[in-house]
């Protein structure tokens, strides 16, 4: 069972948690929720699609500007209070690697910690322990935020995401994070070349094994794009594909930009997989 918030999830019930960046430079929006009202309809849009999840972030996760702690906060801080205002019961996750930041959106409502680069952080954990929120454990290499991977090697790229993301899990919950809110990811891009994110994505049942519920940020990133030889802006197709095959080896999370269409993909999935049934079925009946 994964609870976050106030909602509880079975072990075949996909989850989506819809991206919403506080940033005038995201790679795949170039700022287009940086304002609260655009950011807002996001929100709102989003939740009618059928995301349980609205993750907030206040950095973009590339090179780019120096962002202080001060910044990131005052970027989510006040719309995390307000997204909780307008939809009391939507989960609420903020991307962020930094514990003073995971305090302050603690404080203000939000009920998931999104710690993309892994535990860089160590007081996120605690924080996350303290509020009695959930955590994401991310597989991101070693790499410092916001750093691009150069020539990375990995002996066994997913032996290497298990010990780092189970790891990181098992820390979590021996400094109170409840278990059933623990959610780990291997980090798709994170310190990784298109290789090995391939390979993470193969061998995801692997992660599914361990038994934690396993989160997976596939949508646009540029191991898709690499793969197909594809901008930004036509990765979607590729995305959900990878989505797909995510589903079918047993993630449980995703973290997407496009939400209706990846509810098709999941339910699609899950129907193949005799997890649920059709929406009608009429043919051959009539």
Partial sequence: MLRLGKREFGPH??????IV???????????ATFRDEPALARVEQAVADGAAIIDIGGVKAGPGEEVTAEEEA???????????????????????????VGEAVCEAGADLLNDAWGGVDPGLAGVAA?????????????AEPRTRPHRIEYDDVMAD?????VGLAERALALGVP????????GHDFGKNTR??????????????TGWPVLVSLSNKDFVGETLDRPVKERVVGT????????????????????????QVLEMVSAIAGHRGPAVARRGLA
């Fill in 196 to 209: 090995h994110s391939l390979e993470a994505t193969r061998r995801l049942d692997e992660m599914v094994a």
């Fill in 130 to 142: 303290r509020h009695r929120v959930g955590l994401v454990c991310t597989h991101a290499g070693g």
């Fill in 13 to 18: 019930e996909p989850v989506i948690m819809a």
């Fill in 21 to 31: 960046n506080r940033t005038p430079d995201s790679f795949y929006d170039q700022g």
């Fill in 74 to 100: 005052r970027r989510t801080v006040g719309f995390v209070a307000e997204v909780r205002r307008r939809f009391p019961d939507v989960i609420i996750s903020v991307d962020t690697w930094r514990a003073e």
């Fill in 240 to 263: 959900l594909a990878t989505t797909a095959v995510s589903a079918w080896l047993g993630a449980q999370v995703y973290r997407v930009h496009e939400v209706a269409e990846t509810r």
């Fill in 179 to 186: 278990r059933e809110s623990i959610m780990i990811d291997p």
């Fill in 161 to 165: 995401i298990l010990d780092v993301t």
